[in-house]
């Protein structure tokens, strides 16, 4: 079992950055971002994989990067030109199986990320 622990959320204004983290207790082969804003479905915002590929949504595609430091275990998500749109609940996700990646098993409590215009 891996469990996760994300920080780094907060509010910002639109043009903003933000970069959140996520602690993890031991090795996840894929790990990723998720976002929920109230009222709409959860998205799959960035992941990355044990080979060291990534993997974006559209909507943040040029604007964030996701990274991996696996000597500290943690998870990063850079956020730059943020967008009120962007506000959402942002979850780290992982899992150690590389078949379930995307439908992870493993999730953090959550981070909230507001964007303010």
């Known amino acids: 079992q891996v469990q996760l622990v994300e920080s780094g959320g907060g509010s910002v204004q639109a043009g903003g950055s933000l970069r959140l983290s996520c602690v993890a207790s031991g090795y996840g082969y894929c790990m990723g971002w998720i976002r929920q804003a109230p009222g709409k479905e959860r998205e799959g915002v960035a992941h990355i994989y044990g080979d060291g590929t990534t993997r974006y949504a559209e909507s943040v595609k040029g604007r964030f990067t996701i990274s991996k430091d696996n000597g500290k275990n943690t998870l990063y998500l850079q956020m730059n030109s943020l967008k009120p749109e962007d506000t959402a609940m942002y979850y780290c996700?992982?899992?150690?199986?590389?078949?379930?990646?995307?439908?992870?098993?493993?999730w953090g409590q959550g981070t909230q990320v507001t964007v303010s215009s």
């Open positions: 996700a992982a899992d150690t199986e590389w078949f379930r990646c995307g439908a992870y098993r493993y």
